[in-house]
Antibody, heavy 120, light 112 residues
Framework: EVQLLESGGDLVQPGGSLRLSCAAS????????MSWVRQAPGKGLEWVSV????????YYGESVKGRFTISRDNSKNTLYLQMNSLRAEDTAVYYC?????????????WGQGTLVTVSS | QSALTQSASVSGSPGQAITISCTGT?????????VSWYQQYPGKAPKLMIF???KRPSGVSHRFSGSTSGNTASLTISGLQAEDEAEYYC????????????FGGGTKLTVL
């Protein structure tokens, strides 16, 4: 059974940094692209970033480009999201999600999410 | 700026069928790839209901079906049940020199 467990969410001041983790199990982690998707309180889903299985390719949404970095450690079956220069509008639940096939983008498994609050 | 537009809300009675639409507003209409659909209960993670426009993952009820016509994708739920009351999101993507993934704004389904 696929399991994705996010952690690292916290209260952080504007301009601060935070690193989220997503521990994966139940599948061959290195074979799959992974993604971060966020949801601001009371709002809809917003795509944040995607990383290929090898980690060699990364993509970002416009709102986080240049501030967030996605990475992965396939030896630890863990996905990361380094978030710098955080803004109030980054406040959201952050989900990690698995992409089932190369060349197509949809999300077949999701974690339970971790809450990031950016506030002074 | 590309976007996927969904109606904010839809409602239906138990046993009825409802359809949720997702319209692409990209200036490059047709450049976005096929749509996936997600169901989300309050406080819970989204769940994949339809992928590649019309395919159902294993375990998803046959009452859920997807279709596409032009730049509009649709999710139809037949035999509406109380447990179907949730938020539904469409999602699509474009791969050109980079990758852009976009979600619709979500549709709240109320079962009367």
């Amino acid at each position: 059974e696929v399991q994705l467990l996010e952690s690292g969410g916290d209260l952080v001041q504007p301009g601060g940094s935070l690193r989220l983790s997503c521990a994966a199990s139940g599948f061959t982690f290195s074979s799959y692209s992974m993604s971060w998707v966020r949801q601001a309180p009371g709002k809809g889903l917003e795509w944040v970033s995607v990383i290929s299985g090898s980690g060699g390719s990364t993509y970002y949404g416009e709102s986080v480009k240049g501030r967030f970095t996605i990475s992965r450690d396939n030896s630890k079956n863990t996905l990361y999201l380094q978030m710098n220069s955080l803004r109030a509008e980054d406040t959201a639940v952050y989900y990690c999600a698995k992409i089932p096939f190369r060349g197509v983008i949809y999300f077949d498994s999701w974690g339970q999410g971790t809450l990031v609050t950016v506030s002074s | 700026q590309s976007a996927l537009t969904q109606s904010a809300s839809v409602s239906g009675s138990p046993g009825q069928a409802i359809t949720i639409s997702c319209t692409g507003t990209s200036s490059d209409a047709g450049s976005y790839k096929v749509v996936s659909w997600y169901q989300q209960y309050p406080g819970k993670a989204p769940k994949l209901m339809i992928f590649e426009g019309s395919k159902r993952p294993s375990g998803v009820s046959h009452r859920f079906s997807g279709s596409t016509s032009g730049n509009t994708a649709s999710l139809t739920i037949s035999g509406l049940q109380a447990e179907d009351e949730a938020e539904y999101y469409c999602c699509s993507y474009i791969i050109s020199w980079s990758l852009d993934v976009v979600f619709g704004g979500g549709t709240k389904l109320t079962v009367l």
